[in-house]
């Protein structure tokens, strides 16, 4: 099983920001920290019986969280019985302008062995229309910096179609990048989200962003360019050297069981979905009335469970070993089979043997793919 501990501060808004954040104080920290703990109460007993595989603190911006609360919640995890005896990934978010020498120290002695930054991009005019903190300097200074700290596996996000991002200005990006010390990377392509800063202005930046040709581009451009740095394509959209690829994700996109703690973390646990409450103030409400924070959850029936496993397993560049995939989760109905005779007959999909992967064309079109399956 794994473990996900979403912090939910950030130190200003980026204009693109979906997420459920607050601003960082103190005051925002203790009340967290404090709920987090009674959550933790609530689910510890969980645990017993598994093993944990990965920890990832996710946000937010986890690398604002305080050292000392950061060992805290380490230390319950440690003293629990699911602590494995052999070292395994435990990931955290940062963002380059909060990373110093002290801090990265800090994480290497707390266990911390794999950071995650938000670098987005390596063009200061698009990192500034994206409303982030810092510039392309502070993201690859704080790459080598943690690097030197005695970081291996670091990794980084980058993003795609921004508006006003040229074809030149990515290929930038993606060239620089390909000379940092990372071993994984993650791109995203942005979606202009209600309830956003970018939201407002949809139709101006709408008309900025790049064609739809140039933005395959900028993903093909990406795809060979990594590959030749070594940092291969093995999920849609993440890119990783050898015996680097995130074991975290890869439970995701797997099914592995998580527990998802803090406001507006999802978890998914005996088949079952859940989400807790977004707002910090409700979720430490509920708390402290001994009241469970979950507020949305969902059990999908067999089939339409076996549906969004196989979707979400297609993912990964390697594919879905069919008969291991039956063995774990049950027989593929009739139905299910059909729809994938159907996409592997459009081309969507290709299978040697017993494995199924998605083809070119799905990769590109996975949207489409996930949307037939489920
Ligand atoms: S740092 Fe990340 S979570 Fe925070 S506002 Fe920016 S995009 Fe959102």
């Keep these: 099983m794994s473990l996900y501990i979403h912090v939910p501060f950030c130190s200003k808004k980026c204009h693109y920001c979906h997420f459920y954040v607050i601003p960082q104080n103190s005051s925002h920290h203790d009340l967290y920290f404090h709920s987090l703990k009674l959550e933790w109460e609530r689910i510890e007993e ?5 093993k944990i595989s990965s920890i990832y603190f996710g946000g937010g911006t986890p690398s604002l969280l305080p050292l000392n609360q950061l060992e805290q919640i380490l230390s319950w995890c440690k003293a629990s019985t699911a602590w494995p005896e052999k070292t395994f990934e435990i990931t955290l978010e940062a963002n380059p302008e909060d990373l110093t020498k002290e801090k990265l120290e800090a994480y290497q002695n707390l266990g911390i062995n794999r950071l995650s930054m938000g670098v987005q991009c390596l063009d200061d005019a698009l990192l500034e229309t994206l409303g982030r903190q810092h510039d392309s300097k502070k993201a690859i200074d704080a790459v080598y910096l943690a690097r030197e700290e005695g ?18 200005s990515w290929k ?13 990377l993650s791109l995203y392509n942005l979606t202009i989200e209600p309830h956003t800063a970018f939201y407002k202005k949809r139709v101006e930046l709408q008309a900025k962003r790049p064609s739809d040709q140039d ?3 900028m993903l093909e451009y990406a795809v060979e360019k990594l590959g030749e740095a070594e940092l291969h394509r093995y999920e849609i959209s993440a890119f990783a050297r050898e015996g680097y690829i995130s074991q975290h994700n890869s439970g995701y996109w797997t099914g592995r069981p998580f527990l998802g703690l803090g406001p507006s973390a999802f978890s998914y646990w005996e088949k079952k979905r859940y989400r807790n409450v977004a707002k910090l103030h409700a979720y430490a409400r509920h708390l402290e009335n001994e009241e469970s924070p979950i507020d949305f959850s969902e059990e999908l029936e067999e089939e339409a469970s076996l549906r969004e496993l196989l979707a979400i397993h297609l993912r990964l560049l390697e594919g879905v070993d069919l008969p291991a995939f039956e063995k774990r989760w049950g027989n593929l109905p009739l139905t299910i089979k059909q729809d994938i005779e159907r996409l592997l007959k459009e081309a969507y999909m290709k299978q040697s043997e017993e494995k199924l992967q998605l ?3 799905g990769l590109l079109y996975y949207d489409h793919v996930a949307s037939e399956l489920i």
């Design 151 to 168: 970081f291996e596996n670091i990794s980084i996000d980058l993003m795609y179609d921004l508006p006003g991002q040229s074809l030149q």
């Design 172 to 184: 930038h990006s993606i060239d620089q990048a390909c000379l940092l010390p990372i071993k994984h």
């Design 215 to 217: 933005s395959l581009q």
């Design 46 to 50: 969980r645990l017993n019986g598994h």
């Design 359 to 361: 083809s070119e064309q």
